[in-house]
């Protein structure tokens, strides 16, 4: 039987303790299941999405999608059910591929004038001829739940955010779900975008962890994999990391999402490989992805209550 040592401490007042555990090397990782986490979490909005109701403030959401993109249909259609399914108002304007930029515009503004909108979402990715970052800060930033406007990215990195991006606000769940102590911990995120890599690593650093952001250009991603006690996933490459890149005992959270030549899912984590290896894992699918709906229904209802004055 394989044997490691896992070095514990504890720390009480006035005291500080330290001991090694014996631990089985050929123990499976704990899961992380985002699937029931969302569940959880949606049932437990309900209560709020009712208190607001009640005080004339029904947490509304409107999605805009531009073109017929079968993946941005999708996730459109998720969006708005989710929200229904809580008793939020929720809505999809559709627009076709090749709309005037200034239509959308003038829609966003609309909707930022409408006090019967909490949040405003656009779908993304944008046909070419669209500036992304003008239609983006066009958004009030009281309403940007999907937390992209400037004046929002500022507030997450000063670690006083209005709003935190709907997919790394899942995974930060994700860690509390998992009594993740983070503050201390050798971080990896793998990945740089706006969406996803940067966030997330701002989130770790306000929460304490000491973090390094690789990407297409790092020059050995496994040096650093392998010393890090937290790896996120997010580079959008199906089973990119393998179960040698991976510390024993880490925690590995796989945001991506890729579809291979079988039509079968599968993330950015060898999965079966890394499921051997580390301490806890989220699975694809049924990990993360659940996650970043359901945080788009929080940060609605968190604009709700703001415009309420509830919090």
Wanted: hydrophobic share 45%.
């Amino acid at each position: 039987m394989a044997i490691l040592l896992k070095f514990i401490k504890f720390k009480g007042k006035g005291c500080r303790l330290s001991r090694f555990l014996l631990m089985d090397a050929t123990m499976t990782a704990q899961i992380i299941d985002g699937k029931a986490l969302a569940e959880e979490l949606r049932q437990s909005f309900k209560a709020r999405v009712e208190t607001l109701t009640a005080k004339g403030h029904k947490p509304g959401l409107v999605v805009i999608l531009v073109g017929e993109d079968p993946a941005s249909q999708v996730y459109v259609k998720n969006k708005v059910n989710g929200c229904l399914a809580i008793g939020m108002h929720s809505e999809k304007i559709v627009y076709e591929k090749d709309v005037a930029q200034q239509v959308v515009l003038d829609k966003i503004a609309e909707l930022n004038a409408d006090p019967a909108i909490h949040g405003i979402l656009v779908q993304l990715p944008l046909p070419k001829h669209f500036d992304e970052e003008k239609v983006l800060e066009a958004i009030s930033a009281e309403k940007d739940v999907d937390g992209f406007h400037a004046e929002n990215v500022g507030a997450l990195s000063q670690g006083a955010p209005r709003f935190i991006p709907c997919t790394p606000y899942g995974v930060m769940k994700m860690f509390e779900k998992g009594s993740v102590d983070l503050a201390g911990q050798e971080a990896v995120v793998i990945g740089r975008s706006n969406i996803v890599g940067k966030p997330m690593a701002m989130l770790l650093i306000n929460a304490g962890a000491t973090v390094t952001v690789c990407h297409s250009k790092t020059r050995d991603l496994k040096f650093h994999t392998q010393r890090a006690d937290i790896v996120v996933a997010a580079v959008g490459k199906p089973k990119f990391v393998k179960g040698d890149m991976i510390k024993p005992g880490a925690v590995v959270i796989d945001v991506g999402i890729n579809r291979l030549p079988d039509g079968k899912l599968c993330g950015d984590v060898d999965y079966a490989d890394c499921l051997e290896v580390a301490g806890q894992i989220t699975p694809v699918p049924g990990g993360v992805g659940p996650m970043t709906i359901t945080m788009l229904l929080a940060n609605t209802i968190e604009a709700a209550e703001r415009k309420a004055g509830i919090r």
